[in-house]
């Protein structure tokens, strides 16, 4: 395992999409990868942090494992490739409560980024899925200390 002290790299969306790939489809996998960077992540945070952070972090793990297998599952239905999970994602190397809540609020930021994109698809099942997981997860990463940004997954000037 590789440290870091941001979310794994390839959890959150790619420049532009794939020439001759659907959007939708490249959209979803790069959810779904984000998804699986999460939960590895808040894993990670759940058994090196303390009381409150191995809660809050199993209570986020738990959400995003709920939202991965929604995601594979939308993608099985639509005949699309899920991607499978990394065998490790970077983690922080610091150990201490704020490297902790910097590391958990950046795997947010990563889904933000990721539902965001997701969030244009043609397929309004999928776009009401994005929304709202965007939202939640808007709402997390301000637990975990993350900015209030104007407009949450989009890039600061």
Known sequence: MSDTSGPAEGAGPTEEPTEGMDPTA???????????????????????????????????????KALRDAL???????????????????????????????????????????YLWLTASPDTDLRITAARALQEATLRSLRWGAPLDVLPGFERP
């Open 26 to 64: 490249e959209a979803l996998a790069e959810a779904l990868s984000a998804e699986h960077a999460a939960v590895y992540g808040f894993e990670f945070v759940g058994g090196a942090g303390d009381e409150g952070r191995r809660e809050r972090a199993s209570s986020a793990a738990l959400e995003h």
């Open 72 to 114: 594979r599952e939308a993608a099985l239905e639509r005949d699309l490739e899920a991607p499978p999970a990394a065998a490790s994602y970077p983690i922080p190397e610091g150990r201490s409560g704020e490297d902790m809540d910097a590391f958990a609020a950046g795997l947010e930021g990563a889904t933000v980024e990721a």
